[in-house]
């Protein structure tokens, strides 16, 4: 007799029954001898939001300064059996480089935000998540890899903390939704619109408060959101 819920394994002329539970946690850590890593230093964890029946919010934690998480190949990633389901993504402090298509066709991921310890976002990391609208990166990020938002069809808001402007690849934000925008400090927006390859972005290139007044009331744009205070004289 059928169970769901279980795995029927039938041996001879018996049935056995073994309860399938999805695998939430587990290490995604870089493994290299000559850096003294083992792959433990950076886990990972599914949760449920508030709410949810589904562990709609995956967290990549490291217990040093500088966590490398390790690459995958397409569908490789620890995670990949829950793409769909997975709405939230955030990278903790302490883990310094994300690893090549660790997150790539996360098809339900709507937003991610990277600690300020991310220096590295590598090749093809977050490519194809179709459904991702909202980036937030901290202001540790030196380099951006090739491909790394590419094809994030719903992509519409990007905001980079980082005062020096990162080393960006090719095609990074390429195929992004139509009025997609990049917030930069106000500081720095001409520095990245002049830089290789953010050049392409350029008109997409904003300061993370914009000040826009239209009659009585005063809308300021903080992080992509808008806010509308009214004026008093």
Sequence with gaps: ???PGHTNLLYGNQTFYAKWEAITSGTCGLV???LL????EVTWSLTKSEGSADYDVLTIS???ANGVMAGYEDGGSPWYGHRGQI???VIGD???RIGQKAFKDCTGAISVSFGNS???INIQSFQGCSDLRSVTIGSGVK???TYAFYDCSQLTSVTIYATSVPDLDLSVFDNNADGRKIYVPAASVEAYKHASNWSDYASDILPLDVIIEDGSDKSVLTNGQTKNIALTS
Excluded: A, M, P, R
Excluded at 37 to 40: H, I, K, N, P, Q
């Design 118 to 120: 991310v220096k590295d």
């Design 32 to 34: 290299n001898q000559h």
């Design 143 to 145: 380099s951006i890899e």
């Design 62 to 64: 490291s217990s040093i």
């Design 87 to 89: 709405k939230t993504i």
């Design 37 to 40: 890593f083992d792959g433990t």
């Design 94 to 96: 302490g883990v310094e």
């Design 1 to 3: 007799v059928y169970q």
